[in-house]
């Protein structure tokens, strides 16, 4: 891996607008280390880089150079996020859903408040129907 592949860490970091101190907590690599790779000094190994992409919101394609395109498959995975989580039958089931997703791919905050909304759309309108049912088949 080049110099290229701590340019392309270094900006995407920057364009999720977060500190190395920041990514030390999220991800646990010491910001020394961090920085070390954005120097281009030392080189991740394969599942700190998945971990860095996945934060970043971007693809190991993009960090290393190979395309210079630097979120294409995001709209993809948002899509599915959706589908994921309007999948589960509760609102508690989507819940859990958007929290794993959160631990597990670091969704932003925007994602993560749309997917809840979403949510509590979808459930919220199916509990309002199962209580009008109640209500006129008792009658």
Known sequence: MSSLLGIRLRMARKAKQLTQIQVKRLTNINNKTLSGYEKGVSNPD???LITLANLYETSIDYL???IDV???HLFE???CYEEYVLSAPTLGDAAHRIAEL???YYIDKDT???LSEMAYDKHSSLQEKNIIKTVYSKK
Do not use: C, E, H, Q
């Open 64 to 66: 290393v150079g190979y």
């Open 77 to 79: 995975k948002k899509a």
């Open 102 to 104: 959160k631990n597990k």
């Open 112 to 114: 993560f408040l749309r």
């Open 46 to 48: 394969i599942d700190t």
């Open 70 to 72: 630097p979120t294409p």
